[in-house]
């Protein structure tokens, strides 16, 4: 049996070490993905001011998926593309990428690909 203490204690560890050295450089806004059970968040956040320029979530009411779980990989291809927009209009065109310590496979690979061919560079 997995102890899930340990392994929630080691995505911790891994989401401090990719924070640190993502702020660290302030050149960009950090685009932070979020995961839990049953959605998927982003914000691009300005670390230099502490402000939220964009966000996005799979939570939100007119969000285009309807279904019980939107942390699937469609809901974060729609995503993606939905932070991409707002990001635009916002005049934000190059981010770097928190994955909290999340592993940049399946809805996160799903996410990062739609957001990039929606204009996003990362």
Known sequence: MINKNKTRE????????????????????????????????????????????????????????????????NSAQELGKIIAERAKSKGIARVKLDRSGSIFHGNIASFAESAREGGLEF
Request: charge should be positive; proline fraction near 3%; charged fraction near 40%.
């Open 10 to 73: 080691k995505q911790l560890r891994r989401a401090e070490r990719i924070r640190y050295k993502l702020k660290k450089n302030t050149d960009r806004p950090r685009l932070v993905l979020n995961k839990t059970n049953r959605y998927i968040t982003v914000q691009i956040i300005d670390d230099s001011k502490g402000n939220t320029l964009a966000a996005a979530s799979t939570s939100e009411k007119d969000f285009p998926i309807k279904s019980f779980s939107r942390k699937n990989k």
